[in-house]
């Protein structure tokens, strides 16, 4: 049996490293798991020689985590997983503060890494999650993981 458990979370929730790990090894009675891969994203400080200021999260919770669910259910069974977690947080965030959590456990490092990697890239581009990038050259709407469109003000 798979355990996934994905949040979006407010700013300011917190979030304990142990209590992840121990849900995601907390089902394996049989001690399968092997390892566990973690990825923790904060918001930057600087992005192209711009100082950010805030990176404004936004969603509507039901249909993102439904998003979430379903790429940590695709890369469990792809991968062979025995638990994929994923927490998103959406506010106004500073640089240093969290915004993502994705943890993955399984068998050996063999399949945890690809797995992480692939979460991360699939959250990045399938969950909409919108993001609006306070810089000291203007603000920027963040589309995907990379590309900045400014955003135009009346």
């Known amino acids: 049996m798979v355990f996934v458990n994905v949040k979006i979370l407010d700013r300011g929730e917190?979030?304990?490293i142990d209590s992840i790990i121990n849900d995601l090894?907390?089902?394996d009675a049989d001690h399968l798991v092997g390892g566990v891969g973690l990825f923790i994203g904060l918001v930057k400080g600087e992005i192209n020689g711009s100082t950010v200021t805030s990176l404004e999260?936004?969603?509507?919770k039901e249909v993102a985590e439904k998003a979430l669910n379903h790429i940590a259910y695709e890369i469990a069974e792809k991968y062979g997983l025995q638990g994929v977690l994923i927490y998103h947080r959406i506010?106004?965030?500073k640089p240093?503060?969290?915004t993502l959590i994705i943890a993955v456990a399984g068998k050996s490092r063999v399949n945890v890494m690809p797995a992480l990697s692939e979460a991360l890239e699939r959250v990045k581009k399938e969950v909409p999650v919108f993001k609006l990038e306070h810089r000291s050259d203007g603000d920027y709407?963040?589309?995907g993981d990379s590309t900045r469109i400014p955003r135009?003000?009346?």
């Open 152 to 154: 135009k003000t009346s």
């Open 141 to 143: 709407w963040i589309i």
């Open 91 to 93: 506010g106004d965030l």
């Open 96 to 98: 240093g503060e969290t």
């Open 14 to 16: 917190p979030i304990s």
């Open 57 to 60: 999260y936004s969603a509507i």
């Open 25 to 27: 090894v907390r089902e």
